[in-house]
């Protein structure tokens, strides 16, 4: 049993924001494509982002104010261009985007954040924002977190969303979320955006170890392809309008805060990969007998990764030994003799040694997942220490490649 429970309201589900999502005429397809989200008054701001040497303006951008300041009041999405590899122009476009958001809401272009998703090298159409600006601002509601979800997406198939509530003190705290991504994710941050909100009290210097931490445990642990991508950006915000105590130091409070803010994020780090472009099911590694918890996300991350799994997993094909010559090369020491593999309930190999195991009932195992949106699991032990980690992926399928390589034309 938990300590709190999943509400509706994505990002406006705690108290004190806003949010918007329209069309501005940035995406080919007409969609809605221009997101804000708004808090009525400063919050504090925590990020993580890509560790790719080629960012987006955006990246740099939040960078830079995060570093000069841990608070800010609104974030604003662009889906359509990515505003990656566009040069002086790129930069000047980020700092446009928060004066025009600025200018909206009658705030400090400096409390203004900024991510951007799409096409890398394509210069975003800064008029058609800047017209777009007005009915944003206006459309922003206490019930708008769907329709940010939703003009913020690229090839995601649906968006990703939830919300949390629990007690701190006699007074309710929540946390809520949502995400974007389908293609180019892999650890170390993806081609995923993520916003989180929360209205408890919370330190800049705790809201930042808390967001880091749960970063580590949910989006660096998913992996669609292999690739990393340039816009990656987690952004967090705290407001303090739950009206509970501030959480200054560790405890309690800042346990239970930092487990809904990871749950939050393990959430919708799963609907991502699960929605991973061509997927058919979503892939969980789970990974114990680890020397650490370190180690053990490693062979995690590796195994959920491997090319050779995910084609496995497509073809409902029960073949081990991929997953073994993922778990070796993951860079984590172990014995092979004490490997063991199971897929689902299936054991396939323990002590290091092959076992028998009924090959057609394991592989109907993998299609009746998919069938029934399930997930298909894979458990590695790996020795008899204390490390455990997870990881998500999914399969990889024809579609994939299809819809890569069609992706600008």
């Known amino acids: 049993m938990t300590d709190w429970q999943e509400i509706s309201g994505g990002v406006t589900a ?12 940035l995406k080919r397809s007409g969609l809605p494509d221009l997101a804000l989200i708004v ?18 303006a955006c990246v740099d951008y939040c960078r830079q104010r995060l570093d000069e300041k841990s608070s800010a009041q609104a974030i604003l999405c662009n889906a359509g261009q990515a505003n990656a590899a566009t040069g002086s122009q790129g930069w000047t476009t980020v700092l446009e985007q928060a004066k025009l958001v600025g200018e909206g809401l009658g705030i400090s272009p400096d409390a ?41 997406v690229t090839t995601d198939l649906v968006t990703k969303s939830i919300a949390l509530e629990a007690k701190i ?34 330190s800049p210097h705790l809201w930042q170890q808390m967001l880091s931490r749960a970063a580590d445990k949910s989006f660096n642990q998913i992996t669609v392809d ?16 739950s009206r ?15 487990a809904m ?9 799963k609907a991502i990969a699960r929605d991973g472009e061509g997927a058919t099911c979503l892939i969980e590694v789970q990974v114990s007998g680890a020397v650490d918890n370190k180690a053990a996300r490693q062979v995690a991350r590796t195994v959920a990764g491997s090319s050779l799994v995910k084609s496995a997993i497509f073809g409902r094909d029960p073949n081990w030994g991929r997953i073994a ?35 057609p009932a394991a592989s109907d195992y993998m299609k009746n997942q998919a069938a029934s949106g399930n997930t298909v699991t894979i458990s590695v032990s790996i020795g008899s220490g204390t490390g455990t980690g997870k990881a998500w992926g999914c399969d990889l399928s024809y579609d994939y490649v299809k819809i890569n390589a069609e992706y600008t034309t």
């Open 14 to 25: 705690p108290k004190g924001y806003r949010a918007a999502g329209i069309k501005a005429g």
């Open 39 to 56: 808090s009525d008054v400063e919050a504090i701001a925590a990020g993580v982002s890509t560790t790719s040497q080629v960012r987006a």
């Open 112 to 152: 203004v954040l900024v991510a951007s998703t799409g096409v890398i090298g394509q210069q975003i159409p800064l008029p058609k924002i800047a017209a777009a600006m007005p009915a944003l601002v206006a459309s922003l509601s206490d019930t708008g977190s769907d329709q940010a979800a939703q003009a913020i």
């Open 169 to 202: 003190g006699d007074r309710p705290v929540r946390i809520g979320g949502i995400a974007k991504g389908s293609g180019m994710i892999h650890p170390n941050m993806a081609t995923m955006l993520s916003f989180v909100t929360c209205d408890a009290a919370v």
């Open 226 to 241: 292999g690739d990393t991508s340039t816009n990656d950006t987690l952004l967090a915000l705290a407001n303090g309008q």
């Open 244 to 258: 509970t105590p501030a959480i200054t130091e560790p405890g309690p409070e800042a346990d239970l805060l930092e």
């Open 261 to 269: 803010l990871t749950e939050v994020c393990i959430y919708l780090a």
């Open 325 to 359: 010559a993922a778990a070796g090369r993951a860079g984590a020491h172990f014995t092979q003799t004490d490997l063991q593999i199971k897929l689902g309930d299936f054991l396939m190999m323990t002590g290091g040694q092959p076992l028998e195991f009924d090959r």
